[in-house]
């Protein structure tokens, strides 16, 4: 192994900032606070006894654990947008209005919710919707979306503008391994960032669930999973959206495109024995920090090397850059691995055979002919 050389100290990821003119207060709700999940500590002389302080506490602590952090910080951010929206037009945000609402997400449609924003799409605007009503939820406040000025609303926004989706495209072996290829084996983060690509790739992962990864059970609270190193390859034990579900990868036929040998060497070198397994590297790139990585490097990591290995170097760079991200390991597993399809299904969890499919980007969509089979 070459010796580990230095590296410039990497960069917080940036996230995107809300509207600065959502810091209004509408009544007793500022809308600049993020959504706790239940209401205010009551005051002194009423509400929640003192002796129950601590379970209200481990309440709030329940109820964001029922969404992710990804959800939780979009749904706060759109309600921000929502709120000051509602500033600039004089209305109140709560309690909810079905008909502010409605008007809402028809701003929203037609770009007129944000100064200098196109419109936003379809898929934007329902999270939007949902935000809403999360946030009015926690309020203790119901809003009805089957309500005529939204639900009508929001069927013909999807009716005129709904399009297809845009998936990731997928990247296969030959493109990993291109993409292997521009990172540095010599260094610890060169090591770090080829140890996740390839897990991500093998293991079928979404970025969070790379990034979420402990060295062992029950090591940190924020972990979503841990890893087991046996003789045969991997267990990874995840925490998805739909409970917990075991992962296997299994070693490769050569070190250098095996998952659980760049695991390891990343393991032994950044000198880690308990906590996140993947972490800033810190001090010029001669240190590993405690702090577990943002799962958004996974995507930047992904864009990175894929513009560095020249992945669809027929396109430019911007529409290269739109091409790929987290979900490009995964569908590039679903696309490339010649076995059963359930097999595909359990590894990348999917409850349905169909939500596979949509992942198989090469798969042969014409094997079973029904024109044929009709006899013409």
């Known amino acids: 192994m070459a010796q580990i050389s230095e590296q410039n100290t990497e960069n917080g990821p940036q996230e995107p900032s809300a509207p600065s003119d959502s810091t209004a207060v509408f009544g007793d709700v500022s809308a600049t606070e993020m959504p706790a999940g239940l209401p205010s500590p009551p005051p002194e002389t009423g509400g929640v006894p003192a002796h129950l302080r601590d379970l209200t506490d481990r309440a709030r602590t329940y109820v964001e654990a029922a969404s992710s952090a990804n959800t939780r910080r979009a749904y706060s951010s759109d309600w921000k947008y929502f709120t000051a929206w509602c500033r600039r037009q004089n209305l109140s945000p709560l309690p909810p209005d079905p008909e502010v609402v409605g008007l809402y997400i028809t701003a929203c449609a037609s770009g007129a919710a944000e100064r200098g924003v196109k419109p936003n799409s379809v898929s934007t605007i329902e999270r939007r919707l949902s935000a809403i009503s999360w946030n009015c939820t926690q309020r203790g406040m119901v809003l009805d979306r089957k309500d005529r000025a939204i639900a009508t609303v929001m069927a013909g926004i999807r009716n005129t503008h709904a399009a297809p989706p845009r998936q990731k495209e997928a990247l296969l072996p030959e493109d990993l391994i291109a993409m292997l290829e521009t990172l540095d084996r010599g260094t610890l983060r060169g090591l770090r960032d080829r140890a996740m690509l390839l897990i991500g790739f093998a293991g079928g992962l979404r970025r969070s669930e790379i990034t979420g990864l402990d060295l062992g059970r029950d090591q940190t609270e924020d972990g979503r999973g841990w890893i087991e190193i046996l003789d045969k390859g991997l267990l990874i034990s ?60 996974v995507a930047r990591l992904v864009k990175r090397t894929a513009q560095a290995a020249g992945v669809r170097g027929d396109l430019s760079e911007r529409d290269r850059e739109k091409l790929f991200a987290g979900h490009s390991l995964r569908a590039g597993l679903a696309s490339s691995a010649e076995v059963d399809e359930r097999y595909v299904q359990k590894q990348l969890g999917h409850a349905s055979a169909e939500m596979t499919r949509k992942y198989q980007r090469r798969r042969d969509r014409f094997r079973i002919n029904l024109t044929k089979a009709a006899g013409l």
């Open 238 to 297: 995840l925490r998805g959206k739909t409970g917990w579900r075991e992962v296997e990868v299994g070693r490769g036929s050569a070190d250098a495109t095996c998952p659980v040998t760049a695991v390891e060497t990343w393991i032994k070198f950044a000198k880690l024995a308990r906590g996140p397994l993947f972490r800033r590297v810190t001090g010029k790139g001669k240190n590993v920090g405690p702090d577990r990585l943002n799962d958004q490097e």
